[in-house]
């Protein structure tokens, strides 16, 4: 809808196929319906955000970037909040203002819609493209292909973009899912299901220890394993396939306390509570779920009272405290990713144009292009600049060319 409403703008003649009854049916439920829309962040940390292909999008954000975002939907009605972590969000916080906000712009631009599923793409020798669907062919001067990727399937993103760029000769990086939650068949996360845990400390460490991801930040305990924020952006570092047990998610429970500063803490606590069972002695350091496996999984007796416990033990509760350790077995499926990683190889696009650099008049945008980020608004904000920029682009080579459309 963003290249569309851009094209529009431009003058253009604009039909967007779109194969739900509703277009920009995804949005709604981006950022648990609220739609975290982009993250007003400096573009040197924004650039950070994105593990693959950043440079790719320079062209793009010099474009169209957070603030031509936030202007395109406030000056449309749609006052935005700047939430924890940067997050921009629409004051209302519902993701369906930015929906309607959309369309009503792309109306206004003179787009039409027509509920269509794009079965193909033909270029003509004319120059043209005849676009294919059950109720026959549409011809365009230029076309932009943006149709996601292969989360979410039931809003409508079910890869056929993949197919109908492969058919244009172009090459599909390996698609596997991103933002999402982590498998574990470790005990321990079955007895903490619905434990959520704020300002923790992650790291990802492979079978030889080396650490592939560190962050800081939400996670929860579901009944099939890890979730919340920074798992979903550790996701994003893992590869598209592998074993069960070949990472670990390393959790620091105190990530502000250093082992001495955890120490002393500990000591005040159990000269307080010194006639206790340990279980109530570490009671203000735990949230009382995560007491009895923390206290199992260093190997302590929780009826122990807490006067009676040795430094020994002690050095063990801070381990344990300071490297809790979850098995990972694997990533959820597709469908329930938040994003799609690969799509598109990014060499075969012009990023000053998001035009194919293999079939002249094609342009991409969004998530179909291997580009993707962690959460946070990111993802949203890359669909909005990538999709401007194509549709600027090809709505000035369609006015350049024979037709209009």
């Known amino acids: 809808m963003m290249a569309a ?33 982009t993250n007003d962040s400096d573009r040197a940390t924004f650039l950070t955000q994105i593990p693959r292909n950043p440079k790719f999008l320079f062209s793009a954000f010099n474009h169209f970037f957070i603030e031509e975002t936030k202007e395109f939907f406030e000056s449309r009605g749609v006052p935005l909040k700047t939430e924890r972590g940067r997050r921009v969000f629409p004051v209302s916080d519902r993701a369906s203002d930015i929906r309607q906000a959309l369309e009503s712009a792309c109306r206004k631009a003179g787009v039409s819609f027509a509920r269509e599923r794009v079965t193909g793409i033909r270029p003509v020798d004319d120059g043209t493209f005849e676009v294919d669907g059950p109720q026959g062919a549409i011809k365009g001067r230029t076309v932009v292909l943006a149709t996601g990727g292969l989360s979410y399937p039931r809003t409508g993103s079910t890869g056929d973009g993949y197919r109908l760029a492969r058919e244009l000769g172009h090459t599909v990086t390996g698609l596997c899912p991103s933002l999402v939650p982590l498998v574990s068949a470790d005990s321990r996360v079955r007895e903490l299901q619905g434990l959520s845990l704020r300002n923790v400390g992650l790291k990802i460490r492979d079978a030889d220890q080396k650490t592939v991801y560190e962050d800081f930040g939400e996670m929860l305990f579901t009944h099939f394993g890890l979730s919340g924020p920074i798992i979903l952006s550790a996701s994003a570092h893992l590869p598209a396939s592998f074993g069960p047990g070949q990472y670990c998610a390393c959790l620091d429970l105190k990530p502000a306390l250093d082992e001495k500063t955890l120490d002393a803490r500990i000591l005040r606590d159990f000269s307080a509570y010194a006639n206790r069972d340990l279980e109530n002695g570490v009671a203000d350091l735990l949230p009382s779920k995560m007491i009895p496996v ?35 077995d694997g990533t959820r499926p597709v469908e329930e990713a938040v994003i799609t990683r690969g799509g598109i190889d990014v060499r075969q696009v012009t990023p000053s144009t998001m035009e194919s650099k293999r079939v002249k008049g094609l342009y991409f945008a969004g998530e179909i292009l291997d580009v993707d980020a962690y959460t946070g608004g990111f993802n949203l904000q890359i669909a909005f600049s990538t999709g401007h920029l194509a549709g600027t682009s090809a709505a000035l080579a369609a006015r350049s060319g024979s037709l209009a459309q």
Not at 13 to 21: F, G, I, P, T, Y
Not at 299 to 326: C, N, Q
Request: with cysteine; aromatic share 2%.
């Open 294 to 328: 923390l206290l199992d999984y260093a190997g302590l007796d929780p009826r122990k009272k807490v006067h009676e416990i040795t430094s020994e033990e002690r050095r063990r509760l801070r381990l344990a405290l300071k490297d809790f350790r979850v098995r990972i």
């Open 5 to 37: 409403c851009a094209a529009g703008q431009c003058g253009a003649s604009v039909l967007v196929l779109e194969r739900n009854e509703q277009p920009g049916r995804k949005i709604l439920i981006t950022g648990k319906g609220r739609c975290n829309l």
